[in-house]
């Protein structure tokens, strides 16, 4: 009986272990504890026991790491909302836009050429032109290409009085001005004693294409030399020198070799210490050898002598030109290009024509140009004209007219510069009478400071310096 009670006991606890092998520790521990007088579990309980601290510390790790867990997901989504929130203020900043044409100095009637980049893709673009006091002149609206760059000719007025204006494009929130001047006489100028000179500087168009040469012309000091360095977008520079003709015209061109980048590139110009920058850009596609060129071989003329413009055009095709006086009388001409596009129109000045500022207007194949001239003596004819500048009084009232008189030589330009006591200047110009006489005024706006004015005025080389004082 004893082996078999023993025999059952050992079946028994053989039964107990199987069941702990699929129900796990804790079922084994509660069968254990219902069969007290059959074996002895106090080991085995110290041992379970002893896992007890390995178990809870499990438990906290796991609620430490659902908190871990919970603080990544917070930090994850903060993350998220400031990469939001600096990709909306990236955009809300707007980019500056540039204006890289045309040139800083025109003549009622022309043509304003205006390029710039930088504006947002396919958008409306208002131009304006305001004058010296902020008043809108000209208003017009035009689109953005897909680029985000503008190309618009902008007509100026024939009765466009001189003086200072600015060029301002507004799209949304971006807007981007330029400064330029309105002048009534030809860059070069005629006086008793010869020939003054304005530095000037310009490029036959603000956009060319690669592989296409860069033409710049302009007037300096007869018999200078005059440097010019070209620089491209990624900061490469080129070089090139030419000397200024008797008369005081140059032109100089840069030549594609090695292809120009694409962009926007600089031209600095010098001569004699003066200094002119010019902007123009670089597209890629093919030249196109059809556009249309036009240049005087001289820009002052008198009795006798042959006024030649020479360019390009499409090649076996029509140049018409129209030269037009001071007082309107115009006088034609016309010339075939050649076969390489290039071509030469002439006109004889004769001893009847007015003295003064000519022009001539060109076109070809819808495409039209203007240059301009100067027909008088370039020898003395008697008289001495000295350069004076005074003001009407010494003192004015805000809201009062500063009248500005003087003398100078005939058909020069005065450049005119008043600036106010915190340094914010006014700037205007003028062109000098037949009989050296010359007259300037500038509206003093109620918003002007109150103090001690200077008004700077330049004919050529020489300088006069006024100073008034305004009331309030």
């Known amino acids: 009986m004893m082996k078999k009670a023993v025999g059952v006991a050992i079946g028994t606890l053989a039964f107990v272990i199987a069941g702990a092998a699929v129900y796990g520790v804790f079922t084994l521990n509660e069968t254990i504890h219902a069969k007290p007088d059959q074996v002895n579990v106090s080991n085995y309980s110290a041992e379970i026991g002893s896992l007890k601290p390995q178990i809870n510390s499990i438990n906290n790790n796991m609620s430490s790491l659902n908190n871990l867990k919970g603080d990544i997901s917070d930090i994850r989504g903060k993350l998220t909302d400031l990469e939001s929130k600096i990709s909306q203020a990236q955009q809300s900043v707007p980019r500056k836009p540039i204006i890289v044409s045309d040139k800083s100095t025109y003549f009622p009637g022309d043509i304003l050429y205006i390029v710039a980049v930088g504006f947002e893709s396919q958008k409306a673009v208002q131009i ?28 100026l007025p024939n009765n466009l009085a001189p003086g200072s204006f600015q060029i301002k494009l507004i799209s949304g929130q971006l807007i981007v001005s330029q400064s330029i001047a309105i002048i009534s006489s030809s860059p070069v100028s005629v006086s008793s004693s010869g020939i003054s000179y304005l530095f000037t500087a310009q490029t036959d168009k603000s956009v060319y294409q690669t592989g296409e040469q860069i033409e710049i012309y302009g007037v300096g000091v007869p018999n200078t030399t005059v440097n010019a360095i070209l620089t491209s977008p990624s900061g490469t520079t080129s070089t090139a020198v030419t000397m200024v003709q008797s008369y005081g015209t140059y032109i100089m061109f840069f030549s594609d070799s090695p292809p120009f980048e694409t962009g926007v590139w600089s031209i600095a110009v010098k001569d004699q210490g003066l200094e002119r920058t010019i902007y123009v850009i670089v597209q890629s596609g093919n030249y196109n050898p059809s556009t249309f060129t036009a240049q005087p071989s001289s820009i002052v003329y008198q009795a006798g002598d042959i006024i030649s413009i020479s360019g390009t055009g499409l090649p076996n095709t029509s140049v018409q030109g129209v030269l037009t006086s001071p007082s309107g009388l115009t006088f034609t001409a016309s010339s075939t290009t050649r076969s390489d596009g290039t071509y030469t129109l002439s006109y004889f000045v004769s001893s009847s024509y007015e003295k003064g500022n000519w022009y001539i207007t060109l076109s070809n194949q819808g495409q ?34 500063i009248k500005i008189s003087g003398t100078g030589p005939p058909y020069a330009s005065v450049i005119t510069s008043l600036t106010s006591p915190s340094g914010k200047t006014y700037n205007g110009a003028a062109t000098i009478n037949f009989d050296g006489s010359y007259n300037i005024s500038y509206s003093a706006l109620p918003s002007f400071d109150t103090g001690n004015w200077h008004i700077t005025l330049t004919e050529g080389v020489q300088v006069k310096v006024i100073s008034i004082f305004l009331e309030p």
């Open 368 to 401: 039209t140009r203007q240059v301009y001239i100067f027909i008088g003596p370039v020898s003395s004819s008697g008289g001495s004209f000295s350069f004076t500048a005074q003001t009407d009084k010494t003192i004015y009232k805000k809201g009062s007219l």
């Open 128 to 155: 304006q032109l305001l004058d010296n006091n902020g008043f809108v002149v000209i208003q017009e609206q035009t689109k953005s290409d897909s680029a985000g760059r503008i190309a618009y000719d902008l007509q």
